[in-house]
């Protein structure tokens, strides 16, 4: 069996399980290539990435680049690698370094291809109420994940699942089908195939998309809300202060109430939607730890009827 020198670039915690299985295979990862020291903190402590973190930990070399350009490029060719793998950099592979390994790229990808090519598969996913997901692995092409998959694996998504849960669990199984692709590719036995469907986008997300309109139903808030967990996270304001919203349940069986209205029965504190009520279960007001929502409840001042905007 062939081994392959391979180029690995990735940067989030995502990404360490695919680069701890390719790293104990029987291929060569000559280089790790991933984003800069990101400043963090109130102390603004220049922070490696986990890619980076664990890259170091296996003794691989590693290069920061916050672009895939310039010296990256020249370093890449320098290494002569046979195979280009990205999992999750946070950037974009053009020529002339898409040509440069003599099998090119490929992309594991937190999605099942062509449905939500972009930067936030498995948030969008949630969001959009979907009960099945899972990996794809493609080669890639210059166009944003088009290019032919090698390889697929689905998992269903959990009813009350955030996307930071899903995600950890993709990116372990996501990590052994890369691993079985890299091996096909080395036996030539890996063959692509054209994506086929209805294409669809996840656009990163912003600080705005966990902002919840109360006048959604609650099955459209609910998914809203674990999407968005634990980036960018949800809220909502509530007499001009920012109240997030760490989790959240739908009460089914509780009384309907006009959508945005906090009330508090039986020990629970809701908010009401377009049809059921969301049921808090723990948030934290700005500049405050987290808390049980009675807590907040008791403690708060002001008018007997709260609006939640």
Do not use: C
């Given at each position: 069996?062939?081994?392959?020198?391979?180029?690995?670039?990735?940067?989030?915690?995502?990404?360490?399980?695919?680069?701890?299985?390719?790293?104990?295979?029987?291929?060569?990862?000559?280089?790790?290539?991933?984003?800069?020291?990101?400043?963090?903190?109130?102390?603004?402590?220049?922070?490696?990435?986990?890619v980076?973190?664990?890259?170091?930990?296996?003794?691989?070399?590693?290069?920061?680049?916050?672009?895939?350009?310039?010296?990256?490029?020249?370093?890449?060719?320098?290494?002569?690698?046979?195979?280009?793998?990205?999992?999750?950099?946070?950037?974009?592979?053009?020529?002339?370094?898409?040509?440069?390994?003599r099998?090119?790229?490929?992309?594991?990808?937190?999605s099942?291809?062509?449905?939500?090519?972009?930067?936030?598969?498995?948030?969008?996913?949630?969001?959009?109420?979907?009960?099945?997901?899972?990996?794809?692995?493609?080669?890639?092409?210059?166009?944003?994940?088009?290019?032919?998959?090698?390889?697929?694996?689905?998992?269903?998504?959990?009813?009350?699942?955030?996307?930071?849960?899903?995600?950890?669990?993709?990116?372990?199984?996501?990590?052994?089908?890369?691993?079985?692709?890299?091996?096909?590719?080395?036996?030539?036995?890996?063959?692509g195939?054209?994506?086929?469907g209805?294409?669809?986008?996840?656009?990163?997300?912003?600080l705005?998309?966990?902002?919840?309109?109360?006048?959604?139903?609650?099955?459209?808030?609910?998914?809203?809300?674990?999407?968005?967990?634990?980036?960018?996270?949800?809220?909502?304001?509530?007499?001009?202060?920012?109240?997030?919203?760490?989790?959240?349940?739908?009460?089914?069986?509780?009384?309907?109430?006009?959508?945005?209205?906090?009330?508090?029965?039986?020990?629970?504190?809701?908010v009401?939607?377009?049809?059921?009520?969301?049921?808090?279960?723990?948030?934290?007001p700005?500049?405050?730890?987290?808390?049980?929502?009675?807590?907040?409840?008791?403690?708060?001042?002001?008018?007997?009827?709260?609006?939640?905007?």
């Amino acid at each position: 069996m062939t081994t392959l020198r391979v180029v690995f670039a990735g940067s989030p915690m995502a990404a360490v399980p695919s680069l701890r299985a390719l790293a104990a295979s029987r291929h060569d990862v000559a280089a790790v290539v991933t984003r800069e020291d990101a400043v963090l903190g109130r102390k603004r402590v220049p922070t490696p990435t986990p890619v980076s973190r664990a890259a170091t930990e296996l003794g691989l070399p590693v290069v920061t680049a916050n672009r895939l350009v310039g010296d990256v490029v020249d370093s890449v060719r320098g290494i002569a690698p046979d195979l280009g793998v990205i999992v999750a950099y946070g950037g974009f592979v053009r020529e002339p370094l898409l040509s440069i390994p003599r099998l090119g790229w490929i992309n594991l990808h937190f999605s099942l291809l062509p449905r939500w090519r972009g930067a936030a598969p498995v948030q969008r996913a949630i969001m959009a109420g979907d009960e099945l997901t899972g990996a794809t692995v493609f080669q890639l092409v210059d166009e944003l994940d088009a290019g032919p998959t090698l390889g697929t694996m689905t998992q269903a998504i959990g009813r009350n699942e955030t996307a930071g849960h899903l995600l950890d669990s993709l990116a372990e199984t996501g990590a052994v089908l890369l691993t079985t692709v890299i091996d096909a590719m080395s036996e030539g036995t890996a063959r692509g195939q054209e994506q086929s469907g209805d294409v669809s986008f996840a656009p990163k997300l912003t600080l705005e998309d966990g902002h919840i309109v109360w006048s959604e139903s609650a099955a459209t808030i609910h998914n809203r809300i674990r999407g968005v967990t634990p980036e960018p996270g949800a809220f909502m304001l509530v007499g001009g202060v920012r109240i997030k919203i760490l989790d959240a349940s739908i009460a089914r069986d509780a009384r309907r109430t006009p959508p945005g209205l906090v009330s508090a029965e039986g020990g629970a504190v809701r908010v009401g939607t377009a049809t059921e009520p969301i049921e808090l279960i723990e948030i934290q007001p700005a500049g405050r730890n987290p808390m049980k929502p009675l807590d907040w409840w008791r403690g708060r001042r002001g008018d007997s009827q709260v609006i939640a905007r």
